[in-house]
């Protein structure tokens, strides 16, 4: 998406009302953010996120305050074009409750390797730091919230 980036702290998002670049730290995706310049609150990303390289994804998953939801894809996997626009709804529905990413498995083929990815699209959610669940297949937005939902609710010590 156009206007938001990715910085070594968090997201650096643009304010619909003057246009004013601010930083979204990780630590603070479930907070209430003002703009620095006009105070008007920020709308949390309510889109799906492209990471384009490890680090990102790792101090993503390490500091986000919210479940962060990771889309494994890749551009020749016909099944997740057909879920890449219930994933989108999902990342505008759960907006300011959870991040939803995106990581192509051809691009990022050390985080495939890594997760064992070995089927896709693979939806893998994660909260505190690391993966507390994961699902194979294309599946409806209602049933994507569904598993989001029972993924961060069942309690992981
Ligand atoms: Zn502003």
Redesign the pocket.
């Known amino acids: 998406m156009a206007n938001l980036e990715l910085d070594d702290r968090g997201l650096v998002v643009s ?6 670049k ?1 930083l979204l730290a990780y630590g603070r995706l479930g907070d209430e953010v003002r ?6 609150p920020l709308k949390a990303p309510g889109e799906p996120i492209e990471l384009h390289s490890t680090a990102d994804f790792d101090r993503l998953v390490a500091q986000a305050s919210v479940p962060v939801v990771v889309d494994y894809w890749a551009p020749w996997c016909g099944p997740c074009r057909m879920v890449a626009p219930e994933i989108a709804k999902v990342a505008a529905r759960k907006a300011g409750q959870a991040l939803v990413v995106k990581v192509n498995t051809d691009e990022l083929v050390d985080l495939g390797q890594r997760y064992n990815v070995r089927s896709i699209p693979m939806l893998a959610v994660f909260a505190g730091g690391r993966e507390v669940a994961r699902t194979v297949g294309a599946r409806p937005a209602e049933q994507i919230e569904a598993f989001i939902g029972q993924s961060i609710a069942v309690p992981h010590s």
């Open positions: 304010c619909a009302s003057c246009g004013q601010n703009c620095g310049r006009c105070r008007q």
